[in-house]
T-cell receptor
Framework: DAEITQSPRHKITETGRQVTLACHQTWNHNNMFWYRQDLGHGLRLIHYSYGVQDTNKGEVSDGYSVSRSNTEDLPLTLESAASSQTSVYFC???????????FGDGTRLSIL | DQQVKQNSPSLSVQEGRISILNCDYTNSMFDYFLWYKKYPAEGPTFLIS?????DKNEDGRFTVFLNKSAKHLSLHIVPSQPGDSAVYFC????????????FGQGTELSVKP
């Protein structure tokens, strides 16, 4: 069965460190997205990609970067982790812009 | 500015009764609306959607209603079951924004036996 997986599921790190969260999907979807979920805010879009070598900033992109070197993966990097980036991160993918997005099970990131 | 709002953080309903979850939006360019359901420690899963050219869409126990003049949509679950207990997010999309989803804050539904 095709799926979307995120790793790690949980991570604790210190402020100032670089952190990379992985997202891998086997649906061969062109569109991939990264969100963060915080209480009172729902899910907010960080970065998204519509295909290989394409990346775009979302609503809350400051302090984050992504790269898309193949169809299956969209890693999210926090260049210098800050406590305000403690959150639950979700990756999603969709077949096209008009299709519903499928989400991974999330990465809970704590920055101390 | 929150373009999609779910003003009720929580809702408690008795098993077998109707659950009504509400969502308001401000951007009149939104042309497609979705509801997602989320269990703890899992990702959101797509539940039901509605295009702005319709005012109702039904899928089994789930019905979504759209009132464009009021910029309001609602999700009805009839009858409610304990397994429906989850956080429900509404989301909206406009074609001129490349299909990006804007999510509401979520409503936690608790269905009591």
């Amino acid at each position: 069965d095709a799926e979307i997986t995120q790793s790690p599921r949980h991570k604790i790190t210190e402020t100032g460190r670089q952190v990379t969260l992985a997202c891998h999907q086997t649906w061969n979807h062109n569109n991939m997205f990264w969100y963060r979920q915080d209480l009172g805010h729902g899910l907010r879009l960080i970065h998204y990609s519509y295909g290989v070598q394409d990346t775009n900033k979302g609503e809350v992109s400051d302090g984050y970067s992504v790269s898309r070197s193949n169809t299956e993966d969209l890693p999210l990097t926090l260049e210098s982790a800050a406590s305000s980036q403690t959150s639950v991160y979700f990756c999603a993918s969709s077949e096209s812009r008009n299709q519903p997005q499928h989400f991974g099970d999330g990465t809970r990131l704590s920055i101390l | 500015d929150q373009q999609v709002k779910q003003n009720s953080p929580s809702l408690s309903v008795q098993e077998g009764r109707i659950s009504i979850l509400n969502c308001d939006y401000t951007n009149s360019m939104f042309d497609y609306f979705l509801w997602y359901k989320k269990y703890p420690a899992e990702g959101p899963t797509f539940l039901i959607s509605i295009s702005s050219i319709k005012d109702k869409n039904e899928d089994g126990r789930f019905t979504v209603f759209l009132n464009k003049s009021a910029k309001h949509l609602s999700l009805h679950i009839v009858p409610s079951q304990p397994g429906d207990s989850a956080v429900y997010f509404c989301a909206a999309r406009s074609d001129n924004q490349g299909g990006k989803l804007i999510f509401g804050q979520g409503t936690e539904l608790s269905v009591k036996p």
